[in-house]
Nanobody, 124 residues
Framework: QVQLVESGGGLVQAGGSLRLSCAAS????????MGWFRQAPGKEREFVAA????????YYTESVKGRFTISRDNAKNTVYLQMNSLKPEDTAVYYC?????????????????WGQGTQVTVSS
């Protein structure tokens, strides 16, 4: 089992930046891929980014490419999502999730454990 705890959300103006963190425990962190998803009110949960076990491969949804960066520190059991040039449409609850199986998927159903979420609000 994996426990995930997100932090770093908040209120920011459009064009600003936030860095989300997700601390993991309960399993060898380097053996699991990690992803970030988000869910806006009235919408389905959507894939944002994912990173491979080693951190060598990253994946992004088109709308965040060039603005968001996912990374991980296996020594600290933590995955990050650096969000720059934020837009009001980025407003959502952001969740981190872990996936043990290979390969990485963008489907939320393919992730095994989830954090409780952290709210990101971008004002215009």
């Amino acid at each position: 089992q994996v426990q995930l705890v997100e932090s770093g959300g908040g209120l920011v103006q459009a064009g600003g930046s936030l860095r989300l963190s997700c601390a993991a425990s309960g399993r060898t962190f380097s053996s699991i891929a990690m992803g970030w998803f988000r869910q806006a009110p009235g919408k389905e949960r959507e894939f944002v980014a994912a990173v491979s076990r080693s951190g060598g491969n990253t994946y992004y949804t088109e709308s965040v490419k060039g603005r968001f960066t996912i990374s991980r520190d296996n020594a600290k059991n933590t995955v990050y999502l650096q969000m720059n040039s934020l837009k009001p449409e980025d407003t959502a609850v952001y969740y981190c999730a872990s996936r043990q199986r290979f390969p990485i998927t963008q489907s939320a159903a393919g992730y095994d454990y989830w954090g409780q979420g952290t709210q990101v609000t971008v004002s215009s």
